[in-house]
Nanobody, 125 residues
Framework: QVQLVESGGGLVQAGGSLRLSCAASGRTFRSYALGWFRQAPEKGRDFVAA????????HYANSVKGRFTISRDNAKNTVYLQMNNLKSEDTAIYYC??????????????????WGQGTQVTVSS
């Protein structure tokens, strides 16, 4: 069982930056790949980024490549999402997720077993 708690969301102007954090509980944290999804109002939950168990393999949605960076600190049981050059279309609730698998299925919500409650990110233009 893994419990995930996101933090770091807020209101930022377009072009600004935010860093989201997701703290995980459980002694098996290092056995899980971690990811971020987002859900804008009246839209589905979309893949943003993912990182494997050791942190040496990452995957990003095309819409955030070059702007967002996912990383993890296994000593702190935490995964981060550094978001730079934010755009109004990045406005959404951002969710952290965990899965014991690392494959192409990570881009789908069905590929993830555990979810956090989400943190709101609002980008004003």
């Amino acid at each position: 069982q893994v419990q995930l708690v996101e933090s770091g969301g807020g209101l930022v102007q377009a072009g600004g930056s935010l860093r989201l954090s997701c703290a995980a509980s459980g002694r098996t944290f290092r056995s899980y790949a971690l990811g971020w999804f987002r859900q804008a109002p009246e839209k589905g939950r979309d893949f943003v980024a993912a990182v494997n168990w050791s942190g040496d393999s990452t995957h990003y949605a095309n819409s955030v490549k070059g702007r967002f960076t996912i990383s993890r600190d296994n000593a702190k049981n935490t995964v981060y999402l550094q978001m730079n050059n934010l755009k109004s279309e990045d406005t959404a609730i951002y969710y952290c997720a965990a899965t014991p698998r690392w494959n192409l299925g990570v881009v789908r919500t069905e590929g993830w077993d555990y979810w956090g409650q989400g943190t709101q990110v609002t980008v004003s233009s």
